[in-house]
Nanobody, 124 residues
Framework: VQLQASGGGLVQAGDSLRLSCVAS????????MGWFRQAPGMEREFVAA????????YYADSVKGRFTISRDNAKSTVYLQLNSLKPEDAAVYYC??????????????????WGQGTLVTVSS
């Protein structure tokens, strides 16, 4: 499956953004989906994930209460709503699909397919 992430941009601290990840296949409902991010010089880190049906969601502690992951399987799209953005949220955000863990894993190695990333810049 091919993944296309979009929605990044330059915002001010406290603003919001919504990222989208469109999958090339209608069978996106077969995959747990996750979002990761990578800041310059840093490791790629887990942000959020969602199960195939959307019934379960998982978040990194650093984004709980501010970010929301959701999915629309009919549109083959996964979203990440970013609210109350902080300068430390600035990074390239990647979406990813996993075939086995149904979104329950925060490990990069658990995800089989990756999108190309979308850049989020937050000014203070």
């Amino acid at each position: 499956v091919q993944l296309q992430a979009s929605g990044g941009g330059l915002v001010q601290a406290g603003d919001s953004l919504r990222l989208s990840c469109v999958a090339s296949r209608r069978t996106v409902s077969s995959y747990g989906m996750g979002w990761f991010r990578q800041a310059p010089g840093m490791e790629r880190e887990f942000v959020a994930a969602i199960s195939k049906t959307g019934g379960s969601t998982y978040y990194a502690d650093s984004v709980k209460g501010r970010f929301t992951i959701s999915r629309d399987n009919a549109k083959s799209t996964v979203y990440l709503q970013l609210n109350s953005l902080k300068p430390e949220d600035a990074a390239v955000y990647y979406c990813a699909a996993d075939t086995y863990y149904d979104g329950s894993s925060s490990r990069r190695g658990s995800y089989d397919y990756w999108g190309q990333g979308t850049l989020v810049t937050v000014s203070s």
